[in-house]
């Protein structure tokens, strides 16, 4: 058995587990930690390695094993988890992804005090209009947006997101791992509201349809203020809830959302393939 942390950001669940347990076998451990059926269950884990100088390093592992460069999500978990568990406020937290900075803006009352609300800094994205052709759907239209992992952002009026004719969920799957995308990409299909205001769905590399995403949000508000006039400052929404933008010309852009602890306790290894 292995202690582990469980927590969510707008319902995009993740476990949090020290590097020191890892043993080398990051993918073994989330494929088995993430299975709903024969585990916790999760949309994947951080590995948490903390460092001399007080600051953290992040390593996320899928639930299908895969590793990615951060989760924004993920690290906002991690630093409520911080918060909750060691009263820490501000933490650094590197990733393969870039360096993070969060900040504990709201923490919950005396009968929440799992609840937090937490401002992560997410870099400078990289927005450049592209299409991809799809077998049996031609080409999409779309936007690759680099927030420190890969993005596909697709623009639709559907009130139910499809695109080109079909539904997110299968649109998704099949961008997601897409022969122009080598490394897989995220994908999200983002509809405006108003110049304030996007919601999205997403379908993520490694997992598939999730409630929410830090790095999807980022990239849906990225592309739709570089691309379709947005405000710098909006809301964007998805399954699991809102989540706040603001990306201020030449600075990075500011994520603000919900994370919230779910339980700790100590889990299984049985069944750990290598
Ligand atoms: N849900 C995450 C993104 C997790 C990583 C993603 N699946 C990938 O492979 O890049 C977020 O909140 O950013």
């Known amino acids: 058995m292995i202690p582990f942390v469980k927590a ?5 669940d993740f476990l949090v587990v020290e590097e020191t347990l890892a043993n080398n076998n990051h993918a073994g451990m989330a494929r088995l930690l993430c299975s709903r059926n024969y585990s916790v269950g999760a949309d994947g884990v951080e590995f948490l390695a903390r460092k ?27 630093a409520a988890w911080l918060a909750y568990s060691e009263g820490l406020r501000d933490t650094t937290m590197g990733t393969p992804g870039g360096t993070k900075q969060c900040r504990v ?4 009352d005396d009968a929440h005090e799992e609840h937090f ?11 450049l209009e592209q299409a991809v052709v799809v077998d049996g759907v031609g080409e999409v239209a779309g936007a690759v947006v680099d927030v420190g992992n ?6 639709t009026d559907h009130p139910a997101f499809r695109a080109s004719g079909l539904g997110w969920e299968e649109l998704g799957a099949m961008i997601c791992t897409h022969k122009d995308f080598p490394k897989g990409t995220n994908v999200e299909f983002v509809r405006v509201i108003s110049k304030g205001e996007i919601a999205f769905r997403i379908y993520e590399r490694g997992v598939g349809p999730t409630q929410s995403s830090g790095t ?19 809301t964007a929404s998805s399954l699991g809830g809102a989540q706040q933008v603001v990306w201020n010309d030449g600075e990075q852009l500011m994520l603000t959302g919900p994370a919230e602890i779910v339980c700790k306790g100590e889990v299984s290894l049985q069944g750990l393939a290598s």
């Open 105 to 108: 803006i709201e923490c919950g």
């Open 52 to 78: 001399d100088d007080g600051t953290f390093f992040l390593r996320l592992f899928n639930a299908d094993g895969s590793e990615a460069e951060l989760s924004g999500n993920g690290t906002r978990c991690v």
């Open 117 to 127: 609300l937490i401002q992560t800094s997410m870099g400078v994205p990289k927005v």
């Open 216 to 234: 999807g949000t980022s990239a849906s508000a990225a592309a739709s203020i570089v691309l379709l006039g947005c405000d710098r400052s909006l």
């Open 8 to 12: 969510h950001a707008c319902g995009n």
């Open 150 to 155: 890969p993005h596909f952002v697709i623009f």
